[in-house]
């Protein structure tokens, strides 16, 4: 079993926790976690655990702790300089293969074997899960860097349970408009899109991983049934302001430039069509101008494909064909 300093296991009860320890890149994975996180998730799968916790570690800058990072995607420098041969070739194929694996793995844990995934800080790349704090802040930058949305991206984002009432028909742009721009998220935004299922203050997170914990020795439940919803639950902050969120606010602009679009081009005509008024509109177009263009066609082209797919899996294959062409 491959071990490495940046993962760090742990259990805590029947509660599985599986630490991102890279903070100095805001806990990317590398492929030494990806080969260690593999094997033991198989073996708590295996065994009495009931449910995974993944947390990332806190980064320091200028010499100051600051908040938890949770960027479970890959460390895009290490692969980039590989491609460009500072490092082992054979991490260009190796990483991402192996990744993706571990992906689908996840995606399909058994309903009994819940995962929670805790959000106090910066949120990047396929780092998907549930619970934000107020300090949370989600983006998904790939289209800025020439990459696209992958780890599954392609399957959750077109299926984001986000619809209103525009004209007379039922529309959602809000997957599109996220996944070509980039653009941050705070904790109302996430839990209005559905992207995170809870919303928790951060002062309240070391109890919440306590009662996680407890929730996984009882034996008064279902020992084949969800033992941490009832506790997340308990947990949520049902005050959260999801009405004055970003998103909400500028949903109506949101779903006209961006839903049912087929390509790129149309997606501009919509944005400068809202006119130089629009702040919405010009602010969105001078975005866009700075991401990657061919990234922006294979996203859209992703999105696309992925609200046809049968599984995640499939998903994880069509990103696989991507990169065997990048």
């Known amino acids: 079993m491959s071990t490495t300093l940046q993962f760090l296991p742990s259990l805590s009860a029947n509660l599985g926790i599986l630490q991102l320890n890279n903070p100095a890149s805001l806990n990317a994975l590398t492929l030494e976690m990806i080969r260690s996180m593999t094997p033991i998730l198989r073996q708590w799968q295996k065994t009495g655990v009931r449910a995974t916790l993944m947390v990332g570690a806190p980064y320091e800058k200028n010499g100051k702790t600051k908040r938890s990072a949770f960027c479970a995607g890959g460390d895009v420098k290490k692969v980039y300089l590989a491609g460009i041969g500072k490092e082992d070739k054979s991490l260009t194929a190796d990483f991402f293969r192996e990744e993706y694996q571990l992906n689908h793995m996840i995606a399909t844990q058994a309903p009994h074997l819940p995962q929670v995934s805790i959000w106090d800080g910066v949120v990047m790349g396929g780092g998907v899960g549930l619970v934000a704090t107020e300090r949370t802040i989600f983006a998904m930058p790939e289209t800025k860097i020439g990459l696209f949305p992958d780890v599954g991206g392609s399957w959750w984002i077109p299926r984001l349970k986000l619809y209103s009432q525009w004209k007379s028909g039922l529309v959602g742009g809000v997957g599109n408009y996220l996944a070509l721009t980039g653009n941050r998220l705070a904790a109302e935004d996430l839990i209005y899109a559905g992207i995170a299922t809870h919303y928790v203050k951060s002062e309240k997170l070391d109890d919440l991983k306590s009662a996680l914990a407890e929730s996984t020795t009882s034996t008064s439940d279902d020992p084949n049934g969800d033992c941490v919803a009832g506790v997340l639950m308990s947990f949520h902050d049902h005050n959260v302001d999801t009405k004055s969120s970003f998103l909400s606010q500028n949903r109506a602009d949101i779903?006209?430039?961006?839903?049912?679009?087929?390509?790129?081009?149309?997606?501009?005509?919509?944005?400068?069509?809202?006119?130089?008024?629009?702040?919405?509109?010009?602010?969105?177009?001078?975005?866009?101008?700075?991401?990657?263009?061919?990234?922006?066609?294979?996203?859209?082209?992703?999105l696309k494909r992925g609200a046809k797919l049968s599984s995640v899996g499939d998903a994880l294959q069509w990103n696989t064909e991507c990169r065997k062409h990048s």
């Open 255 to 302: 779903d006209y430039a961006f839903d049912g679009k087929e390509t790129m081009e149309e997606i501009i005509d919509a944005l400068e069509s809202m006119g130089e008024d629009s702040q919405f509109g010009q602010s969105t177009l001078n975005t866009l101008e700075l991401m990657s263009p061919t990234s922006l066609k294979v996203t859209l082209e992703g």
